[in-house]
């Protein structure tokens, strides 16, 4: 297909509205559409209609099976994939596909993460099909979207409470909405834009690299002499290869009707990013999975790799997911769009008090949903946000939420650009920035969360957000509903304003990368989790437990087994790159070092005989001696120190002993390693360095 005609081929692998209309009767077209629009159950009746005409559109597209698609806790999409054909009497084949098989699969639940939640014999669990995600064909299977739950109905997947806390939002936003008059929005939807960060590199390098391989990560690595310093990387001319491999991804994407829409070259060398146009949040995350999935099989036909580790490259920038939430409702209205005069919109001003509430109130399950032993390398560090929560309003709002506070005119700021060159028309001065070392910036008519980590699935930091959110304009509309109209604007001013006094220590406009921040910070109270093992325990904290159970999202029970799944996920991750530090400084390195030292003393030797100067000869083979020495003691040291973190039982202990004890050690051995490498023949050194890696792609 000419990549020229994008039209002609955007969504061409998707069951979409354009299919569903000219492949359904009428009626039950509508009862799709009102299913996937509103989120009214489809009539079981319709089922079997509505999976024969997919069946038939997925075959023209080259499908010979089909797939509940879903997302475990394992950080990752599963599928198991289930052919159409069925036997007849004659021994041939027919091809069927029921709407029992579209609606629900039984996959084995058994091997999944269930934190507690499931016995091991308790084998069965449910995959439920989600109509309002868009089923789609790839690869010859067709993929339906789905919830997964064990066999008694627990939840062991991201995407049942995200559909949860959309709806709750909805009921909660509309609430609010109707006590401003507004009759004719009948749904609100939670919407995102994920922009998503990435590395490339050259598979050859990468499979000399036993740490990229188990880990995702670079384990050692030397700082070249250049790295990200001189800013020419950032939106820089793409390379041929780059380009080539861009241009694929977007065709790809497209035809799977994902709304790729801006590739650039980010900070890093080697370093780029993806972002998409908006999306429900439901849509927004099943296309991210496929996204992420999609951008590594693209880049293996380039022979590259794509790199999601939030830290792949000590030293350097790395990689995030800055997640663009807001609030639509389906009359059009953008629930977070301040408008031309915001502080006259009391409306906008309502649901900015409840995001600010909300965030101040809820910091810690906002930490925790960033929260991973990969994002614990990134955040804090070379353009990340720091570890803090906080919200930038950005100098127009926030002049809007003081004059609210104080009672006062708010007088705008707002200004034209004058850029002094004729040709050049002036343009409007934006009302905010979008302040890159906050974690959750207000930029326009949105909020931009930046503390999620590029591997992450965006489910769990949107069904947070969205709940948090709802609580908040819950307690707002049960104060205002039985207010008459004669005290409406005096009575939500006063909560409103009441709502910044108490919370206005979340606000903080100024450079999140500075020690003053943190020092103000814990002046302000604000909660400061540096790790993830110091914020996933707050999970459990009885305002979270509460908030999440008032609207149905989780029980305590589930809270309690997700906080066990991310500690044990935290401990897994640190153990593997442990054993991958230990197996590699054993067989690579050390041994690498020992040899060229025995080179460097054969030399002394020769030299001396000769009555030649040896003393640089010396000189190395003393420091790379030393240093060798102490990496091997170190390895013995980290052996220890992961054997006793493994024998725990307790999952936090577990988990502390990983990040005080090993993670520590792991940071010495790789420092003594790197600073061998920088003294070895590069034509010695068993593994491609950094400089290889990042700038020869």
Not at 511 to 521: F, K, M, P, R
Not at 661 to 687: A, G, H, Q, Y
Request: with cysteine; charged share 25%; proline share 5%.
């Amino acid at each position: 297909m000419s990549k020229a005609n994008v039209t002609e081929y955007f969504a061409c692998d998707v069951f979409n509205d354009e299919v569903m209309r000219a492949r359904l009767p009428k009626p039950i077209y509508k009862a799709l559409t009102k299913t996937k629009k509103m989120g009214v159950a489809l009539d079981p009746a319709y089922a079997d209609v509505v999976a024969n005409a997919i069946k038939d559109w997925a075959i023209e597209r080259g499908a010979t099976h089909y797939t509940h698609w879903f997302q475990p806790m394992t950080g990752s999409t599963a599928e198991k994939h289930d052919s159409f054909i069925s036997p007849t009497d004659n021994n041939m084949i027919i091809l069927n596909f029921s709407g029992k098989a579209l609606v629900k699969g039984e996959p084995d639940a058994s091997s999944f993460p269930s934190g507690g939640l499931r016995q091991t014999c308790s084998a069965r669990g449910y995959t439920i099909w989600d109509p309002t995600s868009p089923i789609f064909v790839k690869e010859g299977s067709l993929y339906i979207p789905t919830a997964f739950v064990s066999y008694t109905g627990e939840t062991l997947d991201k995407k049942t409470p995200l559909l949860r806390s959309m709806d709750v939002l909805s009921e909660q936003a509309l609430r609010v909405l109707r006590l401003f008059g507004n009759t004719t929005a009948t749904k609100v939807t939670s919407t995102v834009g994920p922009e998503q960060e990435y590395f490339l590199i050259d598979k050859k390098m990468y499979d000399q690299r036993e740490d990229l391989i188990m880990t995702g990560r670079t384990l050692f690595g030397a700082t070249p002499p250049k790295g990200q310093e001189m800013d020419d990387q950032y939106f820089a001319n793409l390379k041929p290869r780059i380009a080539a491999y861009m241009a694929d991804l977007d065709e790809t994407l497209w035809k799977l009707g994902i709304y790729a829409h801006t590739k650039h070259n980010e900070v890093a060398p080697a370093q780029h990013e993806l972002a998409p146009i908006f999306n429900t949040s439901n849509v927004s995350t099943d296309q991210n999975s496929l996204t992420m999935e999609v951008m590594k099989k693209v880049a293996l036909k380039h022979d590259l790799v794509c790199l999601l580790h939030e830290k792949p490259f000590a030293g350097v920038n790395g990689s995030g997911k800055h997640n663009n939430w807001s609030m639509s409702a389906n009359d059009g209205q953008n629930l977070l769009d301040p408008g031309s005069t915001p502080s006259e919109n009391m409306q906008f001003l309502t649901f900015l008090c409840a995001v600010l509430k909300g965030v101040d109130e809820y910091a810690s399950l906002l930490r925790i949903s960033a929260s991973s032993a990969g994002n614990d390398h990134r955040l804090g560090a070379h353009e990340a946000p720091p570890a803090i929560i906080s919200i930038y309003m950005g100098e127009e709002l926030q002049g809007v939420l003081d004059a609210l506070e104080n009672n006062s005119t708010y007088k705008s700021e707002s200004q034209e650009f004058k850029i002094g060159v004729h040709a050049l028309p002036d343009f409007p001065k934006d009302s905010t920035d979008r302040n890159r070392t906050s974690p959750f910036a207000f930029t326009g008519n949105r909020f931009e969360f930046r503390m999620v980590g590029s591997s992450d699935n965006i489910a769990c930091p949107n069904h947070l957000l969205n709940t948090i959110v709802a609580g908040e304009l819950c307690e707002i509309a049960d104060q205002m509903e039985g207010v008459s109209a004669e005290d409406f604007d005096t009575r939500l001013k006063e909560l409103l304003v009441k709502i910044i006094k108490e919370h206005k220590r979340i606000i903080f406009n100024g450079n999140g990368y500075s020690q003053e921040w943190v020092e103000e910070a814990e002046r302000r109270g604000l909660p400061i989790y540096r790790t993830t093992v110091e914020a996933v325990p707050h999970y459990a904290d009885e305002k979270n437990v509460a908030l999440l159970e008032k609207f149905g999202i989780f029980t305590r029970a589930q809270i309690h087994s997700r906080m066990e799944i991310l500690l044990e996920r935290y401990c897994k991750t640190v153990n593997i790159e442990s054993l991958t530090m230990i197996d590699m400084a054993k067989k690579k390195f050390i041994p690498v070092a020992l040899s060229y030292c025995k080179e460097l003393c054969d030399g002394i030797a020769v030299k001396g005989g000769l009555g030649i100067d040896a003393s640089v000869e010396r000189s190395l083979a003393e420091k790379i001696t030393a240093l060798n020495s102490e990496a091997y003691k170190l390895v013995l040291e980290l052996e220890e120190k992961t054997a006793a973190a493994a024998a725990l039982e307790d999952m936090y202990q577990m988990a502390l002993a990983y990040r005080e004890n090993v993670v520590f050690t792991m940071e010495k051995l790789r420092k003594c390693v790197d600073s061998i490498e920088v003294m070895m023949p590069s034509e010695k050194w068993p593994v491609p360095a950094y400089s290889e890696m990042i700038f020869n792609v």
